[in-house]
């Protein structure tokens, strides 16, 4: 259901204590959800397979450095401007999408991943130009492939607590690598049909965003 649909969805969101989205509520008890092995284990169905953090970690990286390459070709006005994505700029989008690469590093030492997307618009203001942008994005992939080289990564896929309930670290890899991928989609869509960049593709539906 639709949490800010102004009928029943908005209602029934309030009634479960207004809840971070999304959220599956079961028997009133409001489990909210990162990852899908969250839904199988509230719903008593067996997990799926864990993937590789390693492996999807370097495919999450081959999405930032695309990202960045993108963004580098972008005018700083094309940057701020609102998108169908709610009203998101793609500065936005790029602190949604980079700040969580570099809180992985620390989530998978300390057991905890802070991720508070709706303190991105405070992140993003420090980002004044292009080359502040670049710059942040920069040095979280490089952090993020730093990372990467941990010789007991591969082997050690650990429990991380989040605001959205505890996973495994492969489970957040796995998140933040289609949710980086989800929002390159966008970027690339809107910078093309901006004829800002030209880029080969299919055209997303406006309900995408």
């Known amino acids: ?28 008890r409001a489990t909210p959800v990162l990852h899908v092995t969250q839904i199988a284990e509230t719903l008593g169905l067996p997990a799926p397979p864990g993937g590789s953090p390693a492996e999807e970690g370097d495919q999450a990286l081959a999405i930032l450095r695309a990202w960045i390459k993108t963004v580098r070709n972008a005018s700083w006005e ?24 570099e809180l992985l590093p620390a989530a998978w030492t300390t057991g905890e991943f802070p991720w508070h997307p709706e303190d991105d618009a405070g992140r993003e203001e420090r980002l004044e ?5 670049l710059a942040f994005a920069v040095e979280a992939a490089d952090g993020w492939k730093a990372f990467l080289g941990h010789e007991l990564l591969a082997g050690d896929d650990r429990n991380v607590a989040s605001p959205r309930g505890s996973v495994r670290f492969s489970a957040l890899v796995s998140f933040q690598r289609w949710h980086a ?3 390159y989609r ?12 030209r880029l080969e593709g299919l055209v997303l539906p406006r309900d995408v965003f």
């Open 186 to 197: 966008q970027v690339a869509h809107i910078l093309r049909a901006e004829d800002r960049l």
């Open 78 to 101: 094309a940057l701020l401007e609102p998108t169908p994505a709610r009203g998101r700029t793609l500065r936005n989008l790029t602190v949604n999408v980079f700040h969580p690469f």
């Open 1 to 28: 259901m639709n949490a800010a649909d102004g009928g029943e969805g908005q209602r029934r969101w309030k009634e479960a204590g207004r809840p971070v989205v999304p959220t599956l509520v079961v028997d009133g």
């Open 181 to 183: 991928a989800y929002h």
């Open 129 to 133: 130009n292009l080359e502040d942008l």
